[in-house]
């Protein structure tokens, strides 16, 4: 049986890899975006992945996409709730909307994904929710109370929908990367990235988007059945809980 994917944010950094290593592993996939239309062109054009765009943030255009995926690919089995953005700034400084804009997407988002597909879920007697949470959500992190916040979240919901979804055949893990060497994070200053960030990351290096991937390939699979409710630290020994 040819499962269907929806991996959120799915044409750019860790997403575009999840993307990638789902159908490599014989899915079908479908890759969200929410704005970059030339990234996602170059995507397309590249892997052959369908691309679909809109806002993780709004509940009813996730509804409308999920509507159209479906469609066009078949009942998705298995979301991954990658797409998230940053809004960073010390707290004294923080405004209303840089907080909301972050909760929206990276926490909002997660139920605005994941709801719609629940019952289909449940219907079908399986379902594969991943969540891609963050280091930062695990021990929080200064200008980020935000992301750390929405992040810590995306841990709750997971550890509480595993328990609804067990007894459906669903599963729910996250997964929560450290450093990895995306466009974003190599963007940072050379400097500021070889004295400062990875003297803190026990192997030494960033990690890749692709270990990330291959954590969700399994996590999707109908071999991790057993494993719900777990989340998974993917950060180099940087930190441990």
């Given at each position: 049986m ?23 592993a ?14 996602a ?12 765009k ?9 509804v ?20 998230g ?53 695990q ?103």
């Open positions: 040819t499962r269907t994917a929806i991996v959120t944010g799915g044409s750019r950094g860790i997403g575009a890899a999840i993307s990638v290593a789902l159908r490599d014989g899915y079908k996939v479908a890759a969200n975006y929410a704005g970059n239309d030339e990234a062109a170059r995507f397309k054009d590249e892997t052959g992945i369908p691309v679909y809109w806002s993780v943030a709004d509940y009813d255009a996730c409308a996409g999920i509507a159209q995926v479906e469609a066009d690919l078949g009942p998705v089995d298995v979301v991954v709730n990658n797409a953005i940053t809004r960073d700034a010390m707290f004294h400084k923080m405004t209303p909307q840089q907080w909301r804009e972050v909760i929206d997407t990276n926490l909002n988002g997660v139920f605005n994904m994941t709801h719609p597909l629940w019952s289909g879920m449940r219907d079908r007697k399986f379902g594969r929710v991943i969540t891609i949470s963050s280091i930062n959500g021990k929080g992190q200064a200008g980020q109370a935000n992301y750390s916040a929405a992040k810590a979240g995306d841990l709750g919901i997971t550890k509480a929908l595993a328990q609804e979804g067990a007894r459906a055949g669903i599963t729910v893990n996250a997964i929560c990367p450290g450093y990895i060497a995306t466009e974003m994070v190599k963007a940072i200053d050379e400097k500021v990235l070889n004295e400062r960030i990875i003297p803190q990351i026990p192997v030494g290096r960033l990690g890749e988007p692709e270990e990330i991937a291959r954590i969700v390939v399994f996590l999707a699979s109908d071999e991790a059945g057993f494993i719900t409710g777990s989340t998974i630290s993917a950060n180099g020994g940087q930190f441990f809980v």
